[in-house]
């Protein structure tokens, strides 16, 4: 948590808070049917460890949706089924970077995985963003500057579909950019797609892993489509790195039994038909938080206009984010701002509104509740 969200704030202050979904909505139908039926009459291992890669029932069946999906050839033997995406990085952290390091990310980006990076003596270099998302260019000076230093550049870290805290999804044209980029400087990418599956216009630009498999690893959740509490996360990539993330782990795997619920979800149509539902319900909150921020912001700030995700990033443009701050714990609002994103090298005074878990109906009150204290902030 931003140690700024501790300070003194009016009794009913409604947060924009985490990257979660909303809990109203977790497909609990179908999650006690398969569990009760899997628990009916439960195999010799159902309920023993599931050591290394994961169960191979979860694994066709995640290999098969993204491979459709994809249109790209991705098997079961190149996915680790993890402790959430949370876990695979840092499993990823703890195989690949030995301390001085570099990882270069969005100059704005998840804080858990900075955190992760850094326990493991990295050097985190942020590489600038647009509404497009990652600058190409700046990513290739950088990595023209790095060489001249000598540095161990070890991974590109981007949550390039679906940004957060940014809502961008990187487009095509840049996705083809940065692999020409970092195929010249031979680095690996790390790809977090933990919200990759909350979309709300079609088509997207392919992954990275489709367009440059010997070279990306894909990270991806089942935290933010079915429940974060599951911890169901899997990351896909080159067998060479999938094979030791499996050997290395010392976790002693993630649930069976869950994973065999997830595998029947994906693979007899729930979690697709599960998504169909709860994306056009995100569509909806994120349309509320479009049209109250237009009541309520058009003077004080800008915004992007989300393709999928949780989170429409709103830039100031006028007030200091400290006096918005302020005068949100006033007005009771609270937020996660700019700074509590930041990889370095960033100033922008950004705001993050995070719709996915919130209730509906008070969307619009928090919308201007902000609008307020940044009227009185300017
Ligand atoms: C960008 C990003 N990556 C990874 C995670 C970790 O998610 P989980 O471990 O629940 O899959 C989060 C959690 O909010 C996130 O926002």
New binding site residues.
Partial sequence: MSARLVAPVAEDTIFFG??LPDPTMHPTDAMTRLLTELLAAPEAQLLGYCHGAGDDDLRVAIAQRFSARERSDVSPDQIVVT?????A?SLLAAALIDPGDVVLCEALT?P??LATFRQMGARIVAVPLDGDGMCPGELAAMLTQLRSERARVKMLYT?ATCQ?PTGTVLNEQRRREIIDIVDRFDILIVQ?A??ADIRFDNPFPPELITLAPQRTVHVA?F?KTLA?GL?M?WAAGPPAIIDVLAQMRTDLGTSRLVQRMVARLIAEGDLDRHLFHVNAWYRQKRDVVLDALAASCGAHGSWNVPAGGFFVWLVLHRAGLDAVEAAGAQHGVGFFPAPYFSAGGTNVPGIRLAYGELDRGQLTERVHRLGRAIAAAT
């Fill in positions: 985490g990257g402790n959430g995406s949370s876990g990085l998840y858990g995985v949550i957060s977090d933990t919200y959740s935290s974060p911890r996360g």
